[in-house]
């Protein structure tokens, strides 16, 4: 029987062995980052030297990274109390706090008025699909793009951005707010004085120690081109995919995108059929967004592109990632091409 093969990246990519070892360090401390005894500081000097790891990597300012329990706090830190106005094609952590008005078109941009009242993914996690970031953009999810593409908040001229770790291999439950100098927010979670004042409650060393030593290793992986050949290998699978099936959908292919990403349809299969087929053959994809894993509906993403419903309901994505291996997307490929084959039989 062979290994499974996983091909999720979007929803999680697997913990760095440097986030890992880092992490383990910092259990083995006892103390409070708030004390002022010699734990507590070198607790604090933990989460400090994370702070600068993220900084560097992601182009920010130490000083202005504020750490949460992941992008989903982040982005209600960053987006409660001002209005802003934003896409359909948004992560619904970011949906949950914009007026969804503005318009996409087929192949997934989005078309921005007013820069500063904006929020704005830089990377669509299902379709990949990467945005130019207008000057002066007042919120960027900038979630799927870290890692995987240069991203450096400073120089992308946008007030306020957030960030996961466990997307780019640091340790799930932790996530951070990147905010211009001069922007202020309201604190969501009151009671202490942590984070500046901007998030009270106890930081979380050991994930925020793996979260930086993650950034650090992500930022060395793209220096060292490593990226370049994960999207050679994801071109690799699209080949493979249109060989077994002419008359598939990709979407989005055209259009500059995520290295690691592709989405892809089958009108008239469920998504959510592939996927559990896929799985009892030994392959992890999704049929869209983790967050939206279990219900059954078409991609809201792919219709707000202005895919109709039998194309949007038969999506899915496969986002791989550097330990994806050329044996493994092939395998995936003729794998899913049976699956396929049985699938135009029956619907004959």
């Not at 820069?115 to 945005?131: F, H, I, K, M, R």
């Not at 707010?177 to 009671?191: E, F, I, N, S």
């Not at 995108?257 to 592939?274: F, H, I, M, S, Y």
Request: hydrophobic share 45%.
């Amino acid at each position: 029987m062979r290994n499974r093969v996983y091909l999720d990246h979007n929803a999680t990519a697997p913990l760095r062995p440097e986030a890992r070892d880092a992490m383990i360090a910092a259990l083995d401390l006892p103390g409070n980052p708030s004390s002022v005894h010699g734990e507590g500081r070198r607790a604090r000097a933990i989460i400090e030297r994370a702070r600068g790891q993220v900084a560097e990597a992601f182009g920010a300012q130490a000083a202005d990274i504020v750490f949460t329990s992941g992008a989903s706090e982040a982005a209600a830190l960053g987006l409660a109390g001002w209005d802003p106005v934003g896409a359909e094609v948004e992560h619904d952590a970011v949906l949950a706090w914009i007026r969804a008005d503005l318009p996409v078109d087929g192949s997934g941009k989005v078309t921005v008025a007013q820069a500063d009242q904006t929020a704005l993914q830089a990377a669509n996690s299902e379709t990949g699909v990467v945005q130019r970031l207008p000057e002066g953009l007042g919120f960027v999810d900038a979630v799927q793009i870290a890692g995987k593409k240069p991203f450096a908040f400073d120089w992308s001229g946008a007030q306020r951005a957030i960030l996961s770790a466990h997307k780019f291999g640091g340790p799930k439950g932790v996530g951070a707010l990147l905010l211009k100098r001069g922007t202020d927010v309201a604190a969501q979670m009151r009671g202490g004085g942590q984070e500046m004042g901007r998030r009270a409650g106890t930081e979380n060393v050991a994930a925020i120690a793996g979260f930086g030593a993650a950034a650090e290793a992500a930022s060395r992986d793209l220096s060292d081109g490593i990226w370049e050949e994960v999207e050679s290998r994801r071109d690799m699978l699209e080949q493979a995919l249109e060989a077994e099936a002419p008359d598939i959908i990709f979407v989005a292919r055209d259009t500059g995108r995520l290295p690691n990403t592709t989405c892809v349809a089958a009108p008239g299969w469920k998504g959510e059929t592939q996927v559990m087929q896929m799985d009892l053959s030994g392959f992890a994809i999704s049929a869209g967004s983790a967050c939206s894993s279990g219900k059954v509906r078409a991609s809201r993403v792919l219709k707000a592109m202005g895919f109709e419903e039998r194309v949007a309901e038969s999506a899915i994505r496969v986002s791989i990632g550097p330990e994806t291996t050329n044996e493994d997307v092939l395998a995936f490929a003729g794998t899913w091409g049976k699956h396929y084959r049985r699938f135009r039989q029956k619907a004959a």
